[in-house]
């Protein structure tokens, strides 16, 4: 694997939390922060995807920025009624 050595800095009270998670764990730090990153950047990935479905959404259904207050509010409204 290519690897690069990175220097972050990070609270004492962080890296005393990630080093007991990963001694809990039986890992390093690094494996620790790896699979940290890795999980949020999936999360960043299916993020975008859904802001991009809510986007496109919005752009079939002539949904415009000013809408989405009064939206929200009819949508809330009318499920208050409804129970």
């Given at each position: 694997m290519d690897t690069t050595i990175i220097n972050i800095c990070i609270s004492?009270?962080?890296l005393k939390d990630?080093?007991?998670i990963?001694?809990?764990e039986s890992r390093n730090r690094s494996e620790l922060f790896r699979e940290a990153l890795r999980n949020y950047l999936i999360k960043q990935k299916e993020l975008n995807s859904i802001f991009?479905?809510?986007?496109s959404q919005a752009k079939k259904?002539?949904?415009k920025k000013s809408d989405?207050?009064?939206l929200i509010k009819e949508t809330?409204?009318?499920a208050k009624n409804s129970t």
């Open positions: 004492k009270k962080l990630a080093d007991a990963a001694k809990k991009d479905y809510g986007k259904l002539r949904i989405i207050n009064r809330r409204d009318e």
